[in-house]
């Protein structure tokens, strides 16, 4: 009876922390609700799509910052997910057990980097070697695609996803590593056993049946991309733009809050700003349902 | 238990001292363009009187005025003189006090030219309207004789973040083109006709640092401290300027006769024989009426920062006030309760 009552107390305990979660969840949407109200308000829905963004004459539109976030965190997961796969295969399958230890607990350390040394290092090392090699040599070379059209700046959407392509790698490297050290032995001894080689048994028996997973890893990958500020701001070129090419600047969600919030004077460029957040809240909401989706559908 | 006993003892003796130490502590916030200079005023001050802590946060220009309006501030500081519609909704009127005068100058990376590139209004106007796009264009060229300008194009780099920076410059613009003033108008962020935005005068400096063919504007401070080249200015009067303390306090005094009571002034595209262009004032924002105690503290900073305080300005890349706007501020200074 009374162990009995220890539980129902503990129980309950759990109960208030875990809804504590869900209270800060639904207070900060009624606070950016409320923040963004003159804005909701006038703009409405084609928020949305409208790319002009005018501060001075007060006329604002998130489809650019859209547009920038949801191109960017895509190509940064375009590079991200089969060097990711790359790695944490050659981790568990591959490399001996020495060398997997090393080399797995480096990827992990730059997880610890703070985005703004990523964001220098962006702008000190990677943009000039864009700028210099890599954007002229894809300019002479497939100059003809809309993609590497443009002016080499080096700053822009290309060094923007390669920076978070860099940053969501050891997320998506760790969990692909669990996946495919979770696939029984005896997968891979009955492929091995079938005669298949190295190569057929990786491809049969360890990343056929992780397909969920390695999507489910992408797609956490994805919400860190999506709302990465700091060194997406300093690389990304910060331009209210919507551009077919990769070497031209864009803007993101993030990065423009992060810009413009400070000196926002007027109320409504305010709660435009606040409405950017909101857009964020609900591009990330959608996406994480999509994926659950997704990944619900892959197992079955 | 004994040792809980000695934790409160102590903690009581901690907070007593507290609230017996006669220290005012007086909180700031706003312009992040003056804070290198602030925050040696504050501290060089604590040193004269002790009995005073002035506090400053630089979270901007527009955050100060709204912490300024909320009441949850002593006292703002702004680039840009507040508007009047802000103005109005303050609770207690707000005085503008002048600190010291700033620059934004012009910075490019050419390499190869070694002399002072020269621009006039029509050029820069051009140039961040879009309509210049080589750095070999004939009207640079007229005007810069003898210096060999490369075949390539122009990349104009501007401020991100919403910034006083960028309002005094399209202040600027506004002034000298009617172009720029109908498509894009000024203020602290605006819709840039083209170029790459960089976070923060540091982040500016930095894009320009590493791009040949890079133009963009900084606050004079960035600029000289990075040995950034920077652009002779034509002014009003005609003459080629350099940006520097004498020229930059030079547009103040240019403005002297116009000066409004409130001092709410921009002294953008000054007259007078020497004056920089691109200068600005930047102000403390203050209450008419404080609490008796914090009102005194800050008038005697205030009296302090006109005398002592203007001395110290140029080692940090500002310019003083003219001595003639300095005896105005002062009887404004009377005006506080």
Redesign the interface.
Known sequence: MNSYSGDRRFQNFLRVLSSLVIIVLVLITIYLVKLSWPAIAKFGPSFFWQT??????EQFGAGAFIFGTVFSSLLALLIAVPLSISVALFLTELAPKRVAGVIGFMVEMLAAIPSVVYGLWG??FL??LL?LYIQPFLGRNFGWFFLFQG?P????MFAASVILAIMVTPTITAICREIFKAVPETQREAALGLGSTKWEMITLAVVKSSWSGIFGASILGLGRALGETMAV??LI????EISASLFA?G?TMA?VI????????SNM?VAALAYVGLALFVVSFLVNLIARRIVVRLRS | MCRLYRFLILFNLCAYSYAHSAVISINGAGATFPYPLYSKWFSEYAKIDTGVEINYQS?????G?RQLLENTIDFGASDAPM?DE?LEKAKIHIYHFPTVLGAVVLTYNLPGVEQDLRLNPEVVSDLFLGKIIYWNDPKIIAINPGISLPDT?V?IVHR?????TSAVFTDYLSKISLEWKSK?????????PL?????GNE?VT??VK??PGALGYVELLYAEKNHLKVALLKNADGNFIKPDASSITEAAAGFLKEMPKDFRVSITNAKGKNAYPISSFTYLLIYKKMVQAKGNKLKSFLNWSLGDGQRMAASLFYAPLPDSLIVKIRAQLKEID
Do not use: C, L
């Open positions: 002009d963004w005018d501060p001075v004459k702008v000190f943009a000039p700028r002016p700046y080096g700053i822009g701001t300093m070129g910060n331009r209210n600047p803007q990065s992060a810009n413009e919030y400070a000196e926002a004077g460029h | 979270i901007g220009s527009g955050g005025v508007k802000q194009p990349m991100s973040d919403g910034s006083g894009v108008g000024s203020g602290p962020a605006v819709k840039w170029g790459i935005g960089g976070k982040g930095g894009f590493n791009s």
